[in-house]
């Protein structure tokens, strides 16, 4: 077993990931690799930023990697990209090395966060997210190393990490990469990694599987990708299965002092809120669902008016180079929306929908047309709409102001159909201690295929914003279509959804 910066990361997480994911890699979570394909996007650009950049092309052979690394190093080659260099059973590919009057910089570009240049700030938060700079640590101790022994007199003599400007655009003059010095920081780590190193192989390098302990390292700094197979001997709702209010760091804590079921929980009489402790007493005694006629009513009556439009908006996010003018890094950029219109009580629901053309900034027409869909004055529900359609209406009003004021409007008189579940008015132990749109319909409707999400073929196709971002990147053009309904029904069953799921609670509180 030899080490790699991600796996020595990984390592300082939990020694056992290594040893997963050399021994039983099948046990892995599945993961979207969206993120990796977004990474590699973020790289190409870090290297035009410092173009002219020489670049070590990968090789299964890793030595040949080195060889070709150390013949740019000897041609004095000022800017190499993924440069590599191995060192007692360690290897690592720098992102950029950058020649600099002193010596060399090893650059480490991030794609997951960005940065408004304070690096004061910065250099702050990453001290809390230890992972970049155990990262750049690592990457020092091996090239540093590498360097003494094969070429005498280089030296590595800073380490930078490169983050997105969250101030950039295509159009503002402001530039893409903003560099923060993280030299000193990664020197106080150096006295550490070689116990460090010598801990991980350690582990990595047994015979059986080790026998690590479930603790708050397997959700931080990162959900561990082996997390279900450690976890699989727990017994079906465990206290990591309580919903609401217990944060990870008690339900850990509960953990190590024996009370794993939702039994134990009731035995120990720990204080839960309200919320939690009706998850926890309902599934123990397998109660009927509770239900809280006067709260429910009161919602509907006051927040709720007819007709009623049950609005849905799908949106790209966490996209770190922006596609569209006006768009900032990890800026939200709205491209569909489906809504259902109910114009009284008992009457039947119309359909409306948009879905912007996948590589066009759709947000204009789309804005335009949902105050062409939706007049002012409306009554309009969404769910989780505080953190959905309701911040992304704001957005928009704000990018177009002729615009604005419907916008506003819309979402001034928007309302959250999640609050009945949010604040427990109606629970019941199919929900599992959740109140997502997901867990509440087959909560519902636990036999009704047509509200059903396990039927669509979304997830087929890798998600929504998989399917959008990269429709005509990867797949032939014979399956835009298929795509393009996909998108569709997805977004159409969610504002279905609401509406049968407003009629249920008139149905709950005693009318038909």
Not at 49 to 55: D, K, L, Q, R, V
Not at 57 to 63: G, I, K, M, S, V
Not at 154 to 182: H, M, Q, W
Request: charged share 30%.
């Amino acid at each position: 077993m030899n080490l790699s910066k991600s796996r020595y990361v990984a390592g300082l997480q939990c020694p056992k990931i290594v040893w997963m994911n050399k021994n039983m890699p099948e046990q892995r979570a599945e993961q979207d690799d969206l993120v990796f394909i977004r990474g590699i996007e973020v790289g190409d650009y870090a290297k035009e930023f410092y173009s002219p950049c020489a670049e070590v092309e990968y090789d299964e052979n890793l030595t040949i990697m080195v060889e070709n690394t150390r013949k740019l190093l000897e041609s004095d080659a000022p800017v190499i990209a993924e440069a590599s260099f191995s060192y007692d059973r360690n290897f690592c590919s720098v992102d950029i090395l950058k020649k600099n009057e002193n010596g060399y910089e090893i650059i480490e570009v991030k794609s997951s966060s960005g940065t408004d240049g304070n690096e004061l700030e910065d250099l702050q938060k990453i001290a809390k997210n230890k992972t970049y700079l155990d990262d750049m640590a690592y990457q020092y101790y091996v090239v540093s190393s590498w360097m003494k022994e094969n070429l005498p007199g280089r030296a590595v003599t800073k380490v930078s990490l490169l983050r997105l400007n969250k101030e950039y655009t295509r159009s503002n003059g402001e530039p893409l990469f903003i560099p923060l010095d993280c030299t000193n920081e990664v020197m106080n780590r150096q006295q550490d990694i070689e116990n460090n190193i010598k801990h991980i192989l350690k582990i990595a390098g047994q015979k059986d599987e080790p026998t690590e302990k479930i603790g708050i390292r397997c959700d931080e700094p990162h959900e561990c990708g082996f997390k279900k197979w450690c976890f699989k001997d727990l017994p079906e709702n465990n206290v990591f299965d309580i919903g609401w209010s217990m944060n990870k760091k008690k339900k850990y804590e509960a953990y190590d002092s024996g009370i794993i079921s939702f039994q134990d929980v009731l035995d120990a009489g720990i204080k839960l809120p309200e919320r939690a402790s009706r998850q926890v007493e309902f599934t123990v005694n397998n109660s009927e669902p509770y239900i809280d006629k006067t709260q429910i009513h009161e919602f509907l009556y006051k927040s709720l008016d007819f007709p009623l439009y049950f609005l849905d908006f799908e949106w790209l996010t966490m996209m770190p180079i922006p596609p569209h003018d006006n768009l900032r890094p990890y800026e939200n950029s709205l491209f569909q929306y489906s809504i259902h219109l109910q114009k009284e009580r008992r009457g039947p629901v119309e359909h409306m929908e948009f879905l912007g053309l996948p590589g066009v900034d759709s947000r204009r027409a789309l804005a335009a047309q949902l105050c062409a869909d939706i007049p002012k004055g409306s009554c309009i529900t969404s769910f989780s709409a505080a953190s959905a359609e309701k911040p992304r209406l704001r957005e928009l009003a704000k990018l177009f102001p002729d615009l604005s004021e419907h916008l506003l409007d819309i979402d001034k008189n928007t309302v959250d159909l999640a609050e009945p579940f949010r604040k427990g008015h109606y629970y019941c132990t199919q929900m599992r201690g959740k109140f997502s749109i997901k867990s509440v319909l087959p909560a519902l409707f636990p036999d009704d295929p047509e509200l059903s999400y396990e039927e669509l073929e979304i997830k087929k196709y890798g998600g929504v914003i998989r399917i959008y971002s990269q429709m005509f990147k990867e797949h032939t053009l014979e399956d835009v279509p298929k795509k393009i309904e996909a998108l569709l029904k997805y977004c159409r069953l969610d504002t279905l959804a609401m509406a049968k799921i407003v009629n249920k609670l008139h149905e709950i509180i005693g009318e038909q």
